[in-house]
């Protein structure tokens, strides 16, 4: 079995003690992994099928939360066909192509369709096929302080990330667009300016957590599913951040500690709405507003940061 057989190779992983944080390099200006940057021609000419559906996010911006969501609206709130492989599996990453058994381009190869693909690419980046394909697409935006806590503690505990620096460096980084994935406001603002002209659905993280119910029969309707009350309640319970938190096929504990150690910070850290007020100082935060109104002055996207 596929699962096993990755399993097993983790474990193998696990031995190498040594594993030192990956390099970063640029696609057209956009800072990205350098073993990513190094296989973009394949990245560039993944061939999307019709009726793949693809979840796009800015990293840490609750894409695990919507990949399990949908994942059990796929299989009709069944909570054990959801178990049947970690999240990396169930949805290839689709700029994740390296070597290796977790090859995302492999695993979507022989995946029959259709098919639930994960990318955090900016929308110029997104491989050509998925818009001559006409996919549907489900993105999810959060607001920008939370996202970028979230991230600086992503990059802590993640050796597939650069060093993040201290706190005030990350969040200069953060502003100037310096980190893995590139801008915050660029990806959420040229995918809120696509959802005019594509088949997207664009969802936010606050929003979620404020009214789950709500925004789960917004991904129904634009899934084209329909399903029992009791089957959302399921969902809505087993999509819960206490559930998943505690779900091994969801929180990400199966990665290699080597790669990613949850003892620095774990994956599924607090999942709340406002924790940024926790790390900006006072200062911190009037300079970042500032800047926020400049970089998002001039577009309709608005974002809650408390609830
Ligand atoms: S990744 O690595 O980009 O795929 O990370 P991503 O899944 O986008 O983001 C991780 C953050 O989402 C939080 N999370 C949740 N919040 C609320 N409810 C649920 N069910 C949930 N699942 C994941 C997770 O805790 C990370 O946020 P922080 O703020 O760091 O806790």
Known sequence: ????????????????????????????????????????????????????????????????????????IQHDGDTEKCKRATTYLRHPFIEWVLPGPFSSDKNAEVMPSPRTLKTHLPLQL??????EQKCKIIYVARNAKDNLVSYYHFYRMNKNMSEPGTWEEFLEKFKSGQVLWGSWY?????????????????????????DPQREIQKVLQFLEK??????????IHHTSFEIMKDNPMANYTFEPPALMDHSISPFMRKGTVGDWKNHFTVAQNVKFDEDYRKKMAGTSLTFRMEL
């Not at 696990?14 to 394949?42: A, H, I, M, Y």
Request: negative net charge.
């Open 226 to 235: 329909d399903l029992e009350k009791e089957v959302l309640d399921k969902i």
């Open 126 to 131: 997104v491989p050509p096929s998925f818009w």
């Open 186 to 210: 660029d990806h959420v603002k040229g995918w809120w300016e696509a959802k005019e002209n594509h088949r997207i659905l664009y969802l936010f993280y606050e929003d979620l957590k404020e």
């Open 1 to 72: 079995m596929q699962y096993t057989m990755a399993l097993d190779k983790m474990k193998a992983l696990n031995l190498e003690s040594s594993v030192t944080r990956s390099e970063t390099d640029e696609v057209d200006g956009v800072p990205l992994p350098k073993k990513v940057c190094d296989r973009w021609d394949q990245i560039w000419n993944f061939r999307a099928r019709p009726d793949d559906l693809l979840i796009a996010t800015y990293a840490k911006a609750g894409t695990t939360w919507i990949q399990e969501i949908v994942d059990m």
